[in-house]
């Protein structure tokens, strides 16, 4: 079957969450009950979100892969009011259709999303693993791109 790359529907928000949730468990245990309750409260917090876009990998009926672009309005400057970027964040594609292309689809997909949504740029913070796809993607090293971080990185 033929995997179909698209932007998430509303009636996919229980799916989404339940990929976001692989992702977050998929190196390490995970625990026991809570699955509900994190749809539940995904599911709130994407339904109030319009600063974000979902795309998704179908296979089928099935969702294989997912990945979110946040977008975020910058300050204008003369001439150019209606400015922003995306931020590619938490991209992910199940372990058994891994290998054929289907993460490096997603990418693509968002950054034309960002590209349809007047972004002037798209950015990620990538784990290593993930380095090549956004290389392969167009992503280059960016000497200006500083980062503080506030938290223990997950």
């Known amino acids: 079957m033929t995997i179909e790359i698209r932007e998430a529907t509303r009636g996919e928000t229980a799916e989404l969450a ?10 390490r245990p995970e625990p026991d009950g809570g699955l509900d309750d994190y749809i539940r409260s995904f599911s709130t917090w994407w339904e109030r979100r319009e600063d974000y876009v979902a795309v998704v990998a179908a ?18 400057v003369p001439g150019e009011l209606d400015r922003r970027t995306g931020d590619i964040q938490s991209v992910f594609v199940l372990p ?11 990418v693509r997909a968002l950054v034309e999303h ?41």
């Open 59 to 76: 296979d089928g009926p099935g969702l294989v892969g997912v990945g979110f672009l946040a977008l975020a309005a910058r300050v204008p």
């Open 96 to 106: 058994d259709h891994r290998g054929r292309g289907i993460g490096s689809s997603v």
């Open 114 to 154: 960002g590209r349809e949504r007047g972004c002037s740029r798209v950015t990620v913070h990538s784990g290593r693993r993930a380095v090549p796809v956004y290389e392969r993607a167009g992503f280059q090293r960016d000497p200006q791109l500083m980062v503080h971080p506030l938290t223990e990185a997950e």
């Open 18 to 27: 339940k990929l976001r949730w692989r992702s977050t468990f998929e190196r």
